[in-house]
């Protein structure tokens, strides 16, 4: 039997929480023959909640939970982590763009950060999926004393998901066949879903919806805006889709890229495409080994691409003017 990898998770009572503590321990995340062990995290008045979601955790008799930790105290919770996921934060409400929430969302990754740096496993790994995640991801990490910013993530799957999905039902596809779909930049509604670098069955995208209205007009702005329409139906901001994009982000990370493609994580970027060095920005992401990853080199940018990416950089660039008192 393998070592049980600790996987340390915020907001643990919360929607996503809920959705994703039981693939984790399905063995969903990390494979169905290693064992994990949860140390959930959550604020002392959520904790009564949190026992509910443990008892139902128990319930579940799950192979591979090796134990399961509550705690609203931060070193506590970050104790041993392989895996620290950044859930815990206000969601945002009808009406409000994800950068609104920086103020009252912000701070909580200081402490979160430092806490990290103290009391982690020396090979953790964090993935921010609380709103604005890129910005959060960013001040997490430059609390983070002695963790290397290649450790840190900010989730763009979801999007690139959603991407997929919309592209695969104008072709009348299958999501699987297709690849190379880049989210670029923030995880707001600047976002860029590059669908020029994509591909439907190996082809480039342009060759197989044959469509540039629909790609500029219609797909772009329903992946910007898939959040905020799950507001507006479901009342509540998206939870297991958001759960499975953490699941699938993190075998991502862990797993070799297949052959020629790469998937979307907002990683810290020391200078890839002009995005300016220490922002985290979504780009195209490989692995050869499941441990260390690459952004990759050369995708070709038309000059749409390049104006839509700098626009979601510049955004980025004022968010994080906008918490220098938190850097
Ligand atoms: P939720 O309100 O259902 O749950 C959030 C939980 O976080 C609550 O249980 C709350 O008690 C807890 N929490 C708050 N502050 C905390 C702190 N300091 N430490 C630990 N826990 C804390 O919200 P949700 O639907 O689970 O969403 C969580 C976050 O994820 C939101 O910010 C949301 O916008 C974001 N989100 C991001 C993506 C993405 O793609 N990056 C997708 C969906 C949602
Ligand atoms: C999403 O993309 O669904 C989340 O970031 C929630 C939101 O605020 O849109």
Redesign the pocket.
């Known amino acids: 039997m393998k070592n049980p990898i600790t996987v340390s998770v915020t907001g643990a009572a919360g929607q996503i929480g809920y959705a994703l503590l039981f693939r984790i321990a399905s063995g969903a995340m990390f494979g169905p023959d290693q064992p994990v062990a949860l140390r959930l995290i959550e604020i002392e008045a959520a904790l009564p909640a949190l026992e509910g979601v443990v008892m139902e955790l128990d319930d579940c008799a799950f192979p591979l939970l090796a134990g399961v930790t509550t705690t609203a105290d931060l070193d506590e919770g970050f104790r041993g982590a392989n895996w620290a996921l950044l859930v815990g934060s206000v969601?945002?409400g009808p009406g409000?763009e994800?950068n609104d929430?920086l103020g009252i969302n912000g701070q909580i990754f200081t402490g979160q950060g430092e806490a990290i740096g103290r009391s982690a496993a020396d090979d953790v790994r964090v993935v921010v999926v609380g709103?604005p995640?890129n910005t959060n991801c960013l001040i997490a990490m430059r609390h983070a004393a002695g963790v290397p910013s290649e450790r840190f993530f900010a989730m763009t799957r979801?999007?690139e998901n959603?991407a997929k999905s919309q592209l695969a039902a104008k072709a009348g596809v299958h999501s699987s066949d297709v690849t190379n779909m880049c989210i670029w930049g923030n995880?707001s509604s600047t976002q860029y879903p590059d669908f020029y670098s994509a591909k439907i069955q190996g082809k480039p995208v342009t060759e197989v919806i044959d469509d540039m209205a629909w790609l500029k007009d219609t797909f772009i702005p329903a992946v910007q805006q898939?959040?905020?329409a799950?507001?507006k139906a479901r009342g509540a901001?998206?939870a297991a889709?958001?759960a499975n994009g953490v699941v699938d982000t993190v075998r991502s990370l862990c797993t070799p890229t297949a052959a020629g493609d790469w998937f979307s994580v907002a990683v810290c970027s020391r200078g890839e495409y002009g995005i300016e060095a220490g922002l985290i920005a979504s780009m195209p992401i490989r692995t050869e080994d499941g441990k260390s990853w690459s952004v990759v080199e050369g995708v070709e940018l038309s000059e749409y691409s390049r104006e839509k990416i700098d626009a979601s950089v510049a955004e980025l660039q004022g968010e994080r003017d906008a918490v220098k008192h938190l850097l």
Do not use: T, V
């Open positions: 969601p945002r409000m994800r929430l709103n995640c979801l999007d959603r995880h898939r959040g905020a799950i507001i901001s998206s889709s958001a």
